[in-house]
């Protein structure tokens, strides 16, 4: 009965809006890019160093991380003198760090 509740559900999306969740899941789907999403969660904004300080990772890994994301227009950034605070713009990423956080794996 699960499986045929699940298929209905699954029946009601359109092409578009399955490529939409294409798009962004295969855009966040990392390891690092979840965790910079989930910490972006938590903390609504965070630096460059922040970040690189919250997950223990080189600057450069962190930096290509939230350069594609901005890219592709999850995430976005405020200058402040030297730095640069990232936030995301795309809410329903914070929908599937919601479900992630549910999910039994």
């Not at 962004?24 to 910079?36: D, E, F, N, Q, S």
């Not at 030297?82 to 760090?97: D, G, P």
């Amino acid at each position: 009965m699960y499986v045929c509740i699940e298929f209905k559900i699954m029946e009601k999306l359109n092409t578009e809006k399955l490529e939409k969740v294409a798009f962004v899941l295969k855009t966040i789907g990392h390891p690092v890019r979840l965790a910079i999403i989930n910490h972006l969660a938590i903390n609504e904004k965070m630096s460059v160093n922040e970040i690189c300080e919250a997950l223990g990772l080189e600057q450069s890994l962190i930096s290509h991380h939230l350069n594609n994301m901005k890219l592709k227009g999850v995430l976005d950034c405020d200058k402040e003198g030297n730095s640069r605070y990232y936030f995301v713009v795309l809410e329903e990423v914070l929908t599937v760090i919601n479900c992630m956080e549910k999910c039994k794996l």
